[in-house]
């Protein structure tokens, strides 16, 4: 049996790396349906909890899972949505090293000793992942907007990036995992993630964010977006789950 080594090294994960600037829009975003729905890490639900239950790279159970190439694809988009820019991992697999680099520091703790992704790391990760789904695996430049500093879109990128696409939540973490979106009320389809067609898509397209979410905030981004639209009374079904993570994505 091939011989596994586990080395990560974390750099650029100070406290202050975070603050409300014009961040510049994501443009590798080509991560495949396949690549998400099939790869051996968040697929096993004893994977996904080991995880997030410890600082990330640091299992070595989670690591050997590391081997799948979807996997490794998968954990690229986790690690760029979760780490700031700055932040690089490199990780020992069989004595062959992948370097995975951090991007938006959605929840820069989780690289931290001792640390873990908790629920709100979960949404936050998930519909980060979500969002940068590609039915074509083509690299599209991409806007992404939430209730984060980290989100924060100044008005030179909202300038560039106007056509609201939809936006995305879930937890790629769970069992089985939850993929959801909802159409920004202008849209009838989500090519850029769906393809052709939304009968077959890897997201559950819930229907309009207008229904699906609470109002958008100043920059069109939708909070507070749920697993079911809302029902003839104006208000959401008993039972209906508020995902309060949810991401929206914008194209020029």
């Given at each position: ?85 700055g932040a690089h991992l490199d990780v020992n697999v069989d ?134 639209p809302r029902d003839t009374t104006g208000g959401f079904p ?15």
């Amino acid at each position: 049996m091939a011989s596994q080594v586990a080395c990560v090294g974390v750099q650029g994960l100070e406290s202050d790396d975070v603050g409300e600037v014009d961040q510049p829009a994501l443009g590798s975003n080509a991560l495949t349906s396949n690549a998400l729905t099939s790869n051996a890490l968040t697929s096993n639900a004893l994977l996904s909890s080991a995880l997030t239950e410890t600082a990330i790279a640091s299992n070595a159970t989670m690591i050997d899972a590391l081997r799948d190439p979807l996997s490794r694809e998968v954990f690229k988009y986790i690690v760029s949505c979760a780490l700031p820019g700055g932040a690089h991992l490199d990780v020992n697999v069989d004595g062959v090293s992948y370097g995975f680099d951090g991007g938006l520091g959605l929840h820069g703790g989780w690289g931290e000793t001792g640390g873990t992704c908790d629920e709100a790391c979960k949404g936050w990760v998930s519909a980060c992942v979500l969002a940068r789904l590609n039915y074509l695996g083509t690299p599209v430049p991409l806007s992404l907007r939430g209730g984060k500093s980290e989100l924060y879109a100044g008005a030179t990128e909202q300038a560039e990036y106007t056509v609201r696409e939809g936006a995305y939540y879930g937890d790629i973490f769970a069992d089985p995992p939850v993929y959801r979106a909802c159409l920004s009320p202008e849209q009838v389809s989500l090519e850029r993630v769906c393809g052709p067609s939304l009968d077959d898509c890897v997201v559950t397209v819930v229907g309009s964010c207008s229904a699906a979410c609470d109002a958008p905030r100043s920059d069109g981004s939708f909070p507070h977006c749920h697993d079911r639209p809302r029902d003839t009374t104006g208000g959401f079904p008993s039972g209906a789950i508020d995902y309060p993570s949810a991401i929206t994505v914008f194209e020029k």
